[in-house]
Nanobody
Framework: QVQLVESGGGLVQAGGSLRLSCAAS????????MGWFRQAPGKERELVAG????????FYSDSVKGRFTISRDNAKNTVYLEMNSLKPEDTAVYYC???????????????????WGQGTQVTVSS
């Protein structure tokens, strides 16, 4: 059974940093594109960062570009999201997602991801 488990969320002051981790199990994700999405209250879920299977290709939404960094360690089946210079508008539930094995490109839409974590809350206070 495929599982994605996020960790690292929490409460941080504006300007602070957090590092989210997503540990994958029950499958091989070294050939899967991975992504981080977020959903704020009353808003639709949005892609904030994505990485190809090797991590050599990445995508960032305009709202986080220059502040967030996605990376992955395929040996550990883990993907990370380093978040710096956090703003109150970054407050949301953050979800890790994975594509099917063999779909290794950067996925830009939700429909390209088939496995989802349960989410971790990130709250940025002003």
């Amino acid at each position: 059974q495929v599982q994605l488990v996020e960790s690292g969320g929490g409460l941080v002051q504006a300007g602070g940093s957090l590092r989210l981790s997503c540990a994958a199990s029950g499958g091989t994700f070294s050939r899967s594109g991975m992504g981080w999405f977020r959903q704020a209250p009353g808003k639709e879920r949005e892609l904030v960062a994505g990485a190809s299977w090797s991590g050599s290709s990445t995508f960032y939404s305009d709202s986080v570009k220059g502040r967030f960094t996605i990376s992955r360690d395929n040996a550990k089946n883990t993907v990370y999201l380093e978040m710096n210079s956090l703003k109150p508008e970054d407050t949301a539930v953050y979800y890790c997602a994975a594509q099917k094995s063999g779909w290794g490109i950067v996925g830009l839409t939700e429909t390209m991801y088939v496995y989802w974590g349960q989410g971790t809350q990130v709250t940025v206070s002003s």
